[in-house]
């Protein structure tokens, strides 16, 4: 953090609150900046919250977009990567002594 408004904050909660804000952006489209001004004007006083506490919580929201998974958790990826090879095909090639068999 570059010791900006959350160096006041306990990070966890800034933590939160930019996780909060990415999950809203997400969820909710508008812009993080919206979101972002929204969440840290939530607090028990509301009002308009600090520039640079708002340019704080989207710049790391930000960031915790770019490091999530584009379809959601890792085992969702997994799982969709996986298709093709989970299930087998609808035909299966027999060797030549079970062509004879038949």
Sequence with gaps: MTG??????????????????AMRFRDRGGTL???AA?????G????AAPDAL??????RARALLAAAPAHGDPVE????????????PSWIA???AEREAR
């Design 4 to 21: 900006g408004p959350e160096s006041v904050i306990d990070p966890a909660q800034f933590e939160r609150a930019a996780g909060a804000v």
């Design 33 to 35: 900046r919206d979101h």
């Design 38 to 42: 929204a969440i840290a004007g939530a």
């Design 44 to 47: 028990p006083g509301g009002g």
């Design 54 to 59: 708002v340019a704080e919580l989207e710049a």
């Design 77 to 88: 990826l997994s799982s969709i990567d996986s298709f093709p090879a989970s299930d087998p």
């Design 94 to 96: 027999r060797g030549p």
